[in-house]
């Protein structure tokens, strides 16, 4: 399956390209460069910055609290 995938070089540029997921390097095109494939949680920044996310957290946390409280475990 292909999607966008950001990669850089050693000189800084970052270009995005459309390659499947085993691809790890790509001619940089702004020099002569290997450019390496980034990987970044950007999906988890994403979901804590929208409200679903922040809810989910907050769910979680409350289990989390129960769960300590249960097993006398204080943070
Ligand atoms: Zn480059």
Same mark, same amino acid.
């Given at each position: 399956m292909r999607r966008?995938? !950001?990669f850089q070089c !050693?000189? @800084?540029h970052v270009n995005e390209f459309l390659r499947s997921s085993d /691809?790890? #390097?790509v001619d940089c095109p702004d020099c002569e460069?290997? %450019?390496r494939k980034i990987v970044t949680p950007v999906k988890i920044q994403r979901d804590m910055n =929208? =409200? %679903?996310g922040k809810e989910r957290w %907050? &769910?979680?946390r #409350? &289990?989390?609290i129960k769960h300590e409280r249960k097993h @006398? /475990?204080?943070l």
């Open positions: 966008l995938y !950001d !050693d000189n @800084g /691809v790890e #390097e460069l290997k %450019a =929208s =409200s %679903a %907050a &769910k979680q #409350e &289990k989390q @006398g /475990v204080t």
